[in-house]
């Protein structure tokens, strides 16, 4: 299995979009999907033309699987990927989050998960990030080193 990360192209956002769509990866991220204008406006006025951000398109044997992006917020450095379902279970993931871990290496970077994403814990603590706290909202929070 081959995994690889590029730049996202204007052709990569029509497959983000379905893949956010879908209400089990909504459910198991804690995250609801957008409506496909503002799924759009996110991805053109915020993520692409982000002069501090990373974005890059996950491809698993050629065929787009999500994507990865690190952004500032609140001050810190974070990092968040999303997979289409039909990649999941299959060390995409973690493939994904090492070889970013090399374009973006600021330290410390940070996560925020939800308790029951036990997949996404696991992809973060194998690329060696570590849990340093949790809120009362079920959300787990990560730090590099």
């Known amino acids: 299995m ?4 590029r730049p996202v ?5 029509p497959v983000f979009f379905e893949q956010q769509r879908d209400p089990i990866a909504n459910t198991m991220a804690d995250f609801p999907a957008r409506e496909r204008e503002a799924f759009h ?6 993520v692409l033309v982000n ?6 398109t996950i491809l698993c ?3 787009v699987a999500g994507n990865i992006v ?5 001050g810190e450095r974070e990092v968040g990927y999303w997979l289409g379902r039909e990649f999941w279970g299959r060390g995409i993931a973690t493939r994904a989050l090492a070889a970013f871990l090399a374009i973006d290496t600021t330290r410390p970077l940070y996560a ?15 690329c060696g990030f570590t849990i340093i706290g949790s809120d ?3 959300v787990t929070l990560m730090r590099s080193v």
């Open 61 to 63: 044997d050629g065929a």
């Open 9 to 13: 192209t204007e052709d990569d956002l």
């Open 41 to 46: 406006i996110h991805w053109r006025t915020r």
């Open 2 to 5: 081959d995994v690889r990360l």
């Open 70 to 74: 690190s952004f500032i917020h609140s």
């Open 112 to 126: 925020f998960v939800v308790h029951h994403n036990l997949g996404s814990i696991r992809v973060l603590q194998k």
């Open 136 to 138: 009362a909202e079920g």
């Open 51 to 56: 002069p501090a951000g990373f974005a890059r």
